[in-house]
Every structure is written in C-alpha cells, then in structure tokens.
C-alpha cells in the first residue's frame, strides 16, 4: 500500500496566519490527492480533490497544490472557524490510504 | 439535498457477524459508487472498501484488513448500501462512515459505532 505522512501532527497557530500542512506519499500518486477536514465528533468534510481544485462551496482561503509525492494544503488566513484534524487521502492505487492526520489548533 | 445515514451499529462478540446499512436521499443513488471508512476510537480515517455502480459493472474493493470477512452490497431500488460483516475482531471496534463517491467522497454520513467486545 501507499503510504501517506503528514507533518505537522499538531500546529497552533493564531487567527489570521498562514497555515501550510504537508502530505508526501511514499510512490508517485500524480495528483489524485484528496484533502478533508474534521472536527471533533463529526464526519471529515471534503475541501480539495485532485491536488488543487476546492470543492464546491469550500472557503477560498483553502488550496491544494503539488503533484507526484509532495503536496501542501494551505490556509491563507485562519480562521477560528478552521480548528480541527486535517486528513490527505491518496486515490491512485488501491487500497486508498489516508495520512495520520495534522491538528491545527488556534492559539 | 444528498443525505447519507448510516444505521446497524453496536455491541457485538468477537467472531461474530453485524450488518451496517446506508441509506440515501437526494441523488441518483444508481450512479454513484458508495464506500465504507472507519475510524478506530481517537485514531485516523481507514479506507474499507467500495462498490461501484451498476454502469461500472457493480464491482467491489476491499482493504487487506477486512478482505474475506466484509462485503460490500447494494439496492438500487432502496437508494441503499450495505456492509456485512463477519468474523468481526476486537480491531475493528471503529466509527463506520458510509461515503458517496470512489475516489474521493464529497458526502459522508453521520457514522455509526461499531464495538467488538466480549
């Protein structure tokens, strides 16, 4: 299987900073690269499919970009609505895999 | 609106079997693949498996972990998917996500719990 990592496992950070989180996958998966957030207790919500493009009704201050095995999510200006686990998913060899996870927490 | 609502959870031995459903509304249920996710209590997302639609020939992917003991089905009619699982282990204690779609999923359900205890 693909193995997916992210870093950081936790980043804190204050409302109104750019927040980046990366996902490196363990072959090329070109850009079938999905990314999801959750909150506590509830469903992951899609924000990103295919490495950059936002997922309808998705804030824009969200985007997605790289290819091959390097890919960043990157929060232009947080909010204190984007508290939560940020999961990277791969789609290009079965099985699907998901990253451990990233916690941004607002300082 | 698409609404996904998983139902079946709960307490169950080890070795024995439970029977997740997955009901739909507010899309065209028959041209959709529909997959199952977990999540294992305080830990990350586990891809369990997928079936496609009947245009894709209605097949079935499953993850290493569960592949013998879970199957994946569905109902058209019903705007329904299943997960049966048997021989359920202690490890797969988990959240079960019923999700739309078979690369990404853009629409989850609430989750169900899952408990495999004796």
């Known amino acids: 299987d693909i193995q997916m990592t992210q870093s950081p496992s936790t980043q804190s950070a204050s409302v109104g900073d750019r927040v980046t989180i990366t996902c490196r996958a363990s072959?090329?998966?070109?850009?079938?690269l999905a990314w999801y957030q959750q909150k506590s207790g509830k469903a992951p919500k899609l924000l990103i499919y295919?490495?950059?493009r936002l997922e309808s009704g998705v804030p824009s201050r969200f985007s997605g970009s790289g290819s091959g095995t390097e890919f960043t999510l990157t929060i232009s200006s947080l909010q204190a609505d984007d508290f939560g686990t940020y999961y990277c998913q791969q789609y290009s060899s079965y099985s699907w895999t998901f990253g451990q996870g990233t916690k941004v927490e607002i300082k | 609106e698409v609404q996904v609502v998983e139902s079946g959870g709960g307490l169950v031995q080890p070795g024995r079997s439970l029977r997740l459903s997955c009901t739909t509304s507010g899309f065209t249920f028959g041209d959709y693949a529909m997959s199952w996710v977990r999540q294992a209590p305080g830990k990350g997302l586990e891809w369990v498996g997928v079936?496609?639609?009947?245009?894709?020939?209605?097949?079935?992917e499953y993850a290493a972990s569960v592949k013998g003991r879970f199957t994946i089905s569905r109902d058209d009619s019903k705007t329904t998917a299943y997960l049966q699982m048997n021989i359920l282990k202690t490890e797969d204690t988990a959240v079960y996500y019923c999700?739309?779609?078979?690369?990404?999923?853009?629409?989850w359900g609430q989750g169900t719990l899952v408990t495999v205890s004796s």
């Open positions: 999700l739309r779609g078979r690369e990404y999923f853009d629409y």
């Open positions: 072959q090329s998966i070109s850009s079938r």
């Open positions: 079936m496609r639609s009947k245009a894709y020939g209605g097949t079935t």
């Open positions: 295919q490495a950059s």
